[in-house]
């Protein structure tokens, strides 16, 4: 019934932008904090962005300040990452979910794979 689905990722040469999706259905975005993670082969999930919902303040980790950017779309439900400046360091699955993340709330999540 709660089903967060993550869109936009893709095979992309260093340098160059996507812009990820991550849609609701079946709940309207209301927890206090929604995130962008990601998780690359052999490594830990990290958080990479957070947005406040309501007040759209937000948070983002060091190696990716001034290239991402964490948005959302109340109306439409949708929380939004658009990627800049990519790098072969930034290949990895992305998911979104409530910070803290709720187990039941993982999906698939989106491939981003950065070439150089």
């Known amino acids: 019934q709660v089903q967060l689905v993550e869109s936009g990722g893709g095979l992309v040469q260093a340098g160059g932008s996507l812009r990820l999706s991550c849609a609701a259905s079946?709940?309207?975005?209301?927890?206090?904090?929604m995130g962008w993670f990601r998780q690359a082969p052999g490594k830990e999930r990290e958080l990479v962005a957070a947005?406040?919902?309501?007040?759209?303040?937000?948070y983002y980790v060091d190696s990716v300040k001034g290239r991402f950017t964490i948005t959302r779309d109340n109306a439409e439900n949708t929380m939004y990452l658009q990627m800049n400046s990519l790098k072969p360091e930034d290949t990895a699955v992305y998911y979104c979910?409530?910070?803290?993340?709720?187990?039941?709330?993982w999906g698939q999540g989106t491939q981003v794979t950065v070439s150089s």
């Open positions: 979910n409530e910070d803290p993340p709720r187990s039941e709330y």
């Open positions: 079946g709940r309207t975005f209301s927890s206090n904090v």
């Open positions: 947005i406040r919902w309501s007040a759209g303040r937000t």
